[in-house]
């Protein structure tokens, strides 16, 4: 039983460039989010999902797109890379929204240069 | 925005000491979180207070919650060298149901 795995756990890119975050959890859970956390800072929101299929906005979530054509994934694009978007991304899961507690990855670190 | 603040950013204490950590927010809520970051890695739910509990408890976990001075606090006893953590708060609350998190309190245990 893995819980929440994100894929990859380090990444470097140059400004301009595009990636792919992958997060996959094997709990049968409906509710996924993307945060990132900056040092200092707490998680802020960018995306989430309540079902496949469907996505909504967060706090942040400008310069990312979100796909969840699958139960399981929740896939967080950058299409143009930018040095402010350097961080920590988090994926969680949970099993509903009605404030349930989260399962999170451990995380991706990404570096834009 | 950040719903809930901690204090103190960082806390050190000795093996065996009690840890406590508090959280403040802002709005109404409907439960309160506790989540455990050990460094490089991802949070872990510790703790939910519902917003009409006062106190919970589990192991050596103690939470309070008071919704009129929109305050919580997070107790651990007999603290361990393991303890060592990066600890925050997350508040539910509003229509969306969305986890609001605080910035975290730094605690280290010294062996």
């Known amino acids: 039983n893995a819980g929440v795995t994100q894929t990859p756990k380090f990444r470097v890119l140059k400004t301009g460039q595009s990636m792919t975050l992958l997060c996959a959890q094997d709990?049968?859970?409906?509710?996924m989010y993307w945060y990132r956390q900056d040092p200092g800072m707490g998680l802020r929101l960018i995306h989430y999902?309540?079902?496949?299929?469907?996505?909504a906005k967060g706090e942040v979530p400008d310069g990312y797109n979100v796909s969840r054509l699958k139960k399981q994934n929740f896939l967080l694009g950058l299409e143009s890379a930018a040095p402010s978007q350097t961080s920590v991304y988090f994926c969680?899961?949970?099993?509903?929204?009605?404030?349930?507690?989260?399962?999170f990855g451990d995380g991706t670190r990404l570096s834009i240069l | 925005s950040q719903q809930g603040e901690e204090d103190p950013q960082a806390l050190s204490i000795q093996e065996g000491e009690n840890a406590t950590m508090n959280c403040s927010y802002k709005?109404?809520?409907?439960?309160l979180q506790w989540y455990r970051q050990n460094s490089g890695r991802g949070l872990v739910h510790l703790i939910l207070i519902r917003s009409n509990e006062r106190e919970k408890h589990s192991g050596r976990l103690r939470v309070t919650l008071d919704t009129s001075k929109k305050s919580s606090s997070l107790l651990i006893t007999a603290s361990r060298a393991a303890d060592t953590a990066s600890y925050f708060c997350?508040?539910?609350?509003?229509?969306?149901?969305?986890?609001?998190f605080g910035s975290g309190t730094q605690l280290t245990v010294l062996p």
């Open positions: 969680a899961s949970s099993y509903d929204q009605g404030g349930r507690p989260q399962h």
């Open positions: 997350a508040t539910d609350g509003g229509s969306a149901r969305q986890l609001t």
């Open positions: 999902s309540v079902g496949e299929g469907t996505t």
């Open positions: 709990m049968n859970h409906e509710y």
């Open positions: 709005t109404s809520i409907n439960n």
